[in-house]
């Protein structure tokens, strides 16, 4: 079965870095777009990155210039790398795919930012 496992949230100072993982299993990992979302309390979850099969990327105008998504197809795993973390940017943040008309998501990973 799809299984996504995030890992790498913890807490940071504003202006700091951290860099997520997403381990994918269960489908054929290198021929699907992966994307990021993010949720903070009391908000919806909204779309943060996506990266396609042929790794194009698209980034959403609050993370644009600060956030890269990658992957590696070998290792079955996406990445987040976001620097200049602002106070705005805690969230719960998910791994997504969608395969056929299904949405799969990880448990999420806890990114806070504050000093």
């Known amino acids: 079965q799809v299984q996504l496992v995030e890992s790498g949230g913890g807490l940071v100072q504003p202006g700091g870095s951290l860099r997520l993982s997403c381990a994918a299993s269960?489908?054929?990992?290198?021929?699907?777009?992966m994307s990021w979302y993010r949720q903070a309390p009391g908000l919806e979850r909204e779309f943060v990155a996506l990266i396609t099969f042929f790794s194009a990327t698209t980034y959403a105008d609050s993370v644009k210039g600060r956030f890269t998504i990658s992957r590696d197809n070998d290792k079955n795993t996406v990445y987040l790398q976001m620097n200049s973390l602002k106070p705005e940017d805690t969230a719960v943040y998910y791994c997504?795919?969608?395969?056929?008309?299904?949405?799969?998501w990880g448990q999420g990973t806890q990114v806070t930012v504050s000093s």
């Open positions: 269960g489908f054929p990992f290198r021929r699907y777009t």
């Open positions: 997504n795919v969608v395969i056929t008309t299904n949405n799969y």
